[in-house]
């Protein structure tokens, strides 16, 4: 397997405009997470799916982010619309399972999401 | 609420030194998962270690060991003659036994090792 794949890598874009982050899991794989990366809040959740369905989206800053798994690989973060503070590198994760059972999550390589 | 502490903002060592990174946890829950992931400079990030609350047992794997405590809510790591190619962040994160292995993050370690 390739691994969890993120699109695009990089994305600048002007404060206003819609901004659409692209994620296919791992093959096989029942969760995915989204987390942002900054300098003042380090990693944090966003949300996470299990089988497709939104389980926990405490961790969506605001209405203006929306996510969606529209089927089991494939997985958009949207935010609409963007503003300079959402600057950040965002990761797709995905894993297998819960319990002793489960296995960690592997995470994409981010996409460095840039608003001026 | 989960919380994970990585006092340890920088480290810097010098090449073939030992070095260990500090990582303490905070649950409620009886069953978790801590975990150590690696962040070098291209910026992906990069498993290293999963352990659950009830294996206490220390592990080796190379240049790398650990250390869990639960008496001190501590998941220390150490890296054995440390090599520039260490160079990283080391992210500390627990996560509880639900939601796939959802984490909590540290604020991360940021180790540079130099020649």
């Known amino acids: 397997d390739a691994g969890v794949i993120q699109s695009p890598r990089h994305e600048v874009t002007e404060m206003g405009q819609e901004v659409t982050l692209r994620c296919k899991p791992i093959?096989?794989?029942?969760?995915l997470f989204w987390y942002r990366q900054t300098m003042m809040r380090g990693l944090e959740l966003l949300i996470y799916?299990?089988?497709?369905?939104?389980?926990?989206d405490s961790g969506m800053p605001e209405d203006r982010f929306s996510a969606k798994m529209p089927n089991a690989s494939f997985s958009t973060l949207k935010i609409q619309p963007s503003e300079p503070r959402d600057s950040a590198v965002y990761f797709c994760?995905?894993?297998?399972?819960?319990?002793?059972?489960?296995?960690?999550?592997?995470f994409g390589q981010g996409t460095r999401l840039t608003v001026v | 609420a989960q919380k994970v502490t990585q006092a340890q903002t920088e480290i810097s060592v010098v090449e073939k030194e030992d070095v260990t990174l500090d990582c303490v946890y905070e649950?409620?829950?009886?069953?978790?998962?801590l975990f150590w992931y690696k962040q070098p400079p291209s910026g992906e990030l990069v498993f290293l270690i999963r352990?659950?609350?009830?294996?206490?047992q220390n592990e080796i794997s190379g240049r790398y060991s650990w250390n869990f405590q639960k008496s001190t809510s501590s998941f220390n790591f150490t890296i054995t003659a440390s090599q520039v190619v260490d160079s990283a962040v080391y992210f500390c994160?627990?996560?509880?036994?639900?939601?796939?292995?959802?984490?909590?993050f540290g604020t991360g370690t940021q180790l540079k090792v130099e020649l």
């Open positions: 994760a995905s894993s297998l399972g819960q319990g002793l059972g489960s296995t960690e999550a592997f």
């Open positions: 093959s096989g794989h029942d969760y």
């Open positions: 799916f299990n089988n497709n369905v939104p389980i926990d």
């Open positions: 649950t409620r829950d009886t069953t978790y998962y």
């Open positions: 352990r659950n609350s009830f294996d206490e």
């Open positions: 994160a627990l996560s509880d036994t639900g939601g796939g292995n959802k984490l909590t």
